[in-house]
């Protein structure tokens, strides 16, 4: 198959060592190995933010996709009398709604068109209003990076409604966790949802859920899915390091190399500037050749993922295929934008000469 550069917001390009992580000797998942392995990946987990564990947070490990985390999350903190208010500008919110029907549970959307910022003045308003009805929210429920756009939510502004209103907040990070800044301490979260796969670069297969250890501990009983409940994965990892079922052992591997550099390079914020400095390097050099972004303000962007309008001349399937052809994997619009825009994350293992390369290509 052909070596790609993968320019999609996850699975992302890996470095040669988390690949090779990959290849480890069989492991049983009831072998103490296992036990040692899942416990060190949680504690490094525990350690990319050092505000979440002295919060009182503590990670879970599922299997599954970015999703998996999100429903597992939904499912296991929302109890069945909760009601929550989700706040959404683009697919991932909608698609916590979609979860939310399906778990047959009770809440109110505030949806925002996908190029717009998420609407706090109607949040507050609703807030207020559901304070004076019999059945208040019992959780905010938004998306941190909304992949859909590119745009890094402003959850600095959604967390102070939280903590000023006393309502707890669940979040999506699936796209941010170790790219962005999550304020543990200040946004009044209880619960954030993540994978392995994008911006920490490890492979498929897991994803993880950082919640509240109070919250953990009084979620029993809440999950309708036996296989998505929380509370089971988080009762035996935290007292034996065991999961529940079989977990995908090969993509834990590559997990803990993939926590093992972020450390050796410096974190989470040395991530977020070198993302930063190859995105806005794209930015800067497309819109020299009249390519413009799809947010109005560059400031809107989180720092690995940039929304473009495709030119007016060309498709998207002729620059995807002449990308792909020469060693690069760009990404489409979602719903209504698809064939209107594209989409290019700078995370994983790529460097500036690759964006030169890339940009030299388009
Ligand atoms: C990638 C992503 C997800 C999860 O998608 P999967 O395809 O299940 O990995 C969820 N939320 C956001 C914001 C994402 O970017």
Redesign the pocket.
Known sequence: MQKLKLLN??PVTLTQRVRESLVKPDLCHREIEFSELQKDILSRLNKIYPESKKNGFESVLLSG???AA?EAMLQSVLSQDSKSLVVANGV?GERMEAMLKAQKKSFEIIKSDWSDPLDLLEVEKRIVLSKKSSIPFTHILS?H???TTGRLNDIEGLGKLCREYGVPLLL?A??SFAGEWIDFENWNLQAVAA?AN?CIHGVPGVCFVVAKKEVLNSIEGNSSSVYLDLFRYWSEQSKTGFSPFTQAVQSLFALQAALEELEEQGGWKVRHDHYLSLSEYVRDKLKQKGIDTFLASNSSYSALLTSFHMPKNRTYVELHDHLKKNGFIIYAGQGQFSGEIFRIATMGDLNIKDMETLINLI
């Open positions: 917001p996850g996709s970015g999703t999100v991932y998306i990076h909304e992949t999506d699936v796209s994978t994008k």
